[in-house]
């Protein structure tokens, strides 16, 4: 590592030579960041105490000013570059294309352009993904977690994935109020990781219900399809009023499986809808966005449905006209699809996720779904359009 002359008062650059070097590109300022190093240290921590002393992390600030420095890396046991070094800083920065805070490139030991080469950039989702499993970071380590993963959710099941040594059941608002997860072998199911304290679960729950009831309804036989909440709650009181809106089964609170399911299937943000096909295997963690998107028609969710979908959405769109109106917008909107300027956006009116065809404004960017454009009358176009 020794060609990026970072200088260090506490360290030589000599003494990282042969070590697996993680730069850390962090600030004191961003709430994710400081989130991040706590999540860092323990992982620094339990590496050292392993004893790996071939790891080092060297923290590139991204802050503002000397005091906010001092006060960040006054909590970090590794090393830093010297917040007056604004050139290392900047070279580091512009050499690995850092784009967003925080950020871990991970070098592996070495000398000159294979250094950089081999250099991986998302050190920060291999934590998250791995924890201090993924050290050393190579390309075979991490092939063989990728292989070791692979091999867990192929051979996952609803069984091994809901229920533990003391509880073989969820729960449920009717009857015995212990429903056996083996009665729900064979359905589809929703795993909805959700809270009351997170403000797009509060808007999302009340769509996801009726869209439930809805499934169930059309369902030739309505047992096919089944949701199971799990909390990220913060006391039992905020979980047991939130799961009393809800018409389908939980998890308990504080369930030992809660921290794993959310692991094993690397939930980034809630809400989040995973849906496991009757076999239990893991048909799509996009579950939430099908919905936004296809409401009740998005059941089963498999690929194949999805696709059918796409292609009913672009033979609609067909006969659609390619300019409108819209009455929440003086501006005249263009159809645009994901091959001309579409792709995914939050439609303006309904808040909600879309993609695929959209109305769009190309002065200002304003986008809609296609069926929340309200059609101006024919008189007032051109006062509206004279004020574009």
Same mark, same amino acid.
């Given at each position: 590592s020794s060609h990026f002359h970072i200088s260090f008062s506490q360290a030589k650059i000599s003494d990282l030579e042969g070590k697996v070097v993680a730069l850390y590109f962090s600030a004191n300022w961003y709430p994710p960041s400081r989130n991040f190093n706590q999540f860092l240290i323990g992982a620094y921590q339990q590496l050292? /105490?392993?004893?790996?002393?071939? /790891?080092?992390?060297?923290?590139?600030?991204? #802050?503002? #000013?000397?005091?906010?420095?001092n006060n960040y890396r006054a909590g970090m046991p590794w090393l830093s570059v010297p917040f007056s070094d604004l050139e290392t800083k900047k070279s580091l920065s512009r050499k690995f294309?850092?784009?967003?805070?925080?950020?871990?490139?991970?070098?592996?030991?070495?000398?000159?352009?294979? @250094?950089?080469?081999?250099?991986?950039?998302?050190? @920060?989702?291999?934590l998250h993904r791995f924890g201090v499993n993924a050290f050393p970071f190579t390309k075979q380590k991490l092939e063989q977690l990728e292989k070791d993963e692979k091999e867990k959710h192929d051979s996952q099941t609803l069984v091994n994935l809901l229920t533990n040594r003391d509880r073989d059941y969820v729960l449920s608002h009717h009857g015995a109020r212990q429903v056996p997860v083996a009665s729900l072998?064979?359905?589809?199911?929703?795993?909805?990781?959700?809270?009351?304290?997170c403000l797009p679960c509060e808007k999302f729950t009340p769509k996801l219900v009726p869209i439930y009831h809805k499934i169930k309804a059309n369902d030739d036989d309505e047992d096919d399809f089944e949701i199971v909440f799990v909390s990220s709650d913060r006391n039992h009181e905020s979980y047991a009023s939130y799961f009393s809106l809800m018409p389908w089964l939980a998890l308990p609170f504080g369930d030992a499986n809660i921290r794993s399911l959310a692991k094993h299937f690397d939930v980034q943000g809630i809400p989040c809808l @995973?849906?496991?096909?009757?076999?239990?295997?893991t048909v799509t963690a996009k579950g939430r966005s099908l919905i936004n998107l296809y409401q009740e028609n998005a059941f089963p969710f498999?690929?194949?449905?999805?696709?059918?979908?796409?292609?009913?959405? #672009?033979?609609?769109? *067909?006969?659609?006209?390619?300019?409108?109106?819209?009455?929440?917008?003086?501006?005249?909107?263009?159809?645009?699809?994901?091959?001309n300027g579409g792709g995914a956006f939050i439609c303006c009116n309904c808040e909600e996720q879309g993609v695929g065809w959209a109305y769009?404004?190309?002065?200002?960017?304003?986008?809609?779904?296609?069926?929340?454009? *309200?059609?101006?009358?024919?008189?007032?176009?051109?006062?509206?359009?004279?004020?574009?």
């Open positions: 050292k /105490f392993t004893n790996q002393p071939n /790891f080092e992390i060297v923290f590139v600030s991204c #802050d503002e #000013d000397l005091n906010a420095f294309e850092i784009e967003g805070i925080p950020c871990l490139v991970i070098l592996q030991p070495g000398s000159g352009k294979d @250094v950089e080469e081999n250099a991986l950039k998302n050190g @920060v989702e291999l072998v064979g359905k589809t199911i929703g795993l909805y990781f959700s809270a009351q304290w @995973v849906i496991l096909g009757p076999d239990g295997r498999t690929e194949s449905k999805v696709e059918l979908l796409e292609s009913q959405v #672009d033979e609609e769109a *067909r006969d659609l006209p390619r300019k409108k109106l819209h009455g929440g917008h003086r501006h005249e909107l263009n159809l645009v699809s994901q091959e769009q404004c190309l002065d200002c960017g304003y986008e809609l779904h296609p069926k929340c454009v *309200r059609v101006v009358e024919d008189h007032a176009v051109p006062e509206v359009a004279s004020n574009g």
